[in-house]
């Protein structure tokens, strides 16, 4: 018989509710993006974020299990993303698992939301093995993990647990997109839409530093893009048309190319053939495809996510909180949000 897991996503500016049954096969998976909220201000309001997501949670659990045609008795976990993130935000989400559980009678597990990050590759037919090296790249984080196996071979999977090799030292990568993007007049977060504009752009018209690049450290460092970005912009005003697309070519090629370059030079450092891409940046095409080509040129192989599980969602919860559940990690009710959670094997919040 089929076993199912409820897991809610609350820890930014997603509401996210999905169902994960066996492990890892997604029966419904939906996400209230706060985008147009914010939009206005040009970056996430905390308050704002927390105040949507007490609107949208509980509909949304509802809606999310119509869509599955199951009932919250139908459970077998819920499981919540606990920290990191915004304070206010990620209590919505981990109060209303602790209600769920509590009115079902089925275990809590609380989530990292970056070890999430990186299971959202077991929702895909395939994964790396461990150990293996992980880039999670996202709007606030920028990441290289070492990830090996904690069941001590018990059970039937593995569970993760991860170790920081490495990281920004300033800005994260989705956070250099998303500033160059409004030095450019895009709206928040203007990742995507800049990736959009970079189509058909020369990534060499523009001259922009790559920090640390080349450094022996496996570390990154993206505010002088910004600053450089910044002082290109009120030189020459913004571009139109072709510049326009050379000078979002080149901002993604200054972004791409040190996250390309300490991947693979870490992945040597390892000495692992098997590497995880993750986190919103990781739906970067260009991103993807130049570090699975890096990697392929020295017979190492890249795993990562489709589009929609790489930026927020809580399907990539419900696989965290698989691997959590399975191997025996349960929740205290007095749980509490942690904003500053850092990844690292079970966590201080399992029992
Ligand atoms: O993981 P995520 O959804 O949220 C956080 O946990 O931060 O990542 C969001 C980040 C934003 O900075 C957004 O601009 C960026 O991912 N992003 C992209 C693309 N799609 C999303 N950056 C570059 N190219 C994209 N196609
Ligand atoms: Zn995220």
Request: net charge negative; proline share 6%.
């Amino acid at each position: 018989m089929s076993e199912h897991l409820l897991a809610l996503e609350t820890s930014c500016d997603e509401t996210a509710v999905a169902i994960v049954s066996d492990g890892g096969q997604v029966v419904a998976s939906r996400v209230h993006t706060q985008i147009d909220l914010h939009a206005l201000y040009g970056g996430v309001v905390p308050e704002l974020a927390s105040r949507d997501h007490l609107a949208r949670i509980l509909p949304l659990v509802d809606e999310t299990l119509r869509e599955a045609e199951m009932s919250l008795e139908e459970m077998t976990c819920i499981a919540a993303t606990a920290g990191p993130g915004l304070v206010g935000a990620l209590l919505v989400g981990l109060q209303t698992a602790k209600g769920l559980a509590l009115a079902s009678g089925r275990p809590l597990v609380g989530i990292n939301h970056l070890e999430a990050h990186l299971a959202a590759i077991l929702l895909e037919d395939e994964w790396p093995t461990t150990p293996f090296l992980a880039l999670l790249v996202s709007g606030g984080h920028t990441t290289l993990y070492e990830v090996q196996d904690a069941s001590g071979g018990e059970g039937d999977r593995e569970r993760w647990s991860v170790r920081r090799i490495g990281g920004t030292r300033d800005d994260a990568a989705g956070e250099a997109f998303d500033k160059s993007a409004r030095l450019l007049g895009l709206p928040y977060p203007g990742g995507r839409a800049l990736d959009q504009l970079a189509a058909g752009g020369d990534p060499e018209a523009v001259p922009l530093p790559r920090g640390m690049m080349h450094r022996p450290e496996p570390d990154f460092s993206f505010s002088g893009l910004k600053t450089a970005v910044r002082l290109h912009v009120e030189r020459e005003g913004v571009p139109e048309g072709q510049a326009l697309a050379d000078l979002c070519a080149s901002i993604r090629a200054a972004i791409v190319e040190p996250l390309v370059k300490k991947t693979v030079r870490a992945a040597e450092g390892l000495g692992v053939n098997e590497v995880l891409l993750c986190g919103g940046v990781a739906a970067n095409g260009t991103l993807r495809q130049t570090l699975e080509q890096a990697l392929a040129a020295e017979g190492r192989r890249l795993f990562v996510p489709r589009p929609a599980y790489c930026t927020d969602n809580a399907a990539m919860v419900g696989a965290a909180g698989w691997m959590a559940f399975r191997g025996g990690g349960r929740s205290p009710m007095n749980l509490n949000a942690d904003p500053g959670w850092k990844p690292g094997g079970v966590g201080p919040h399992h029992v």
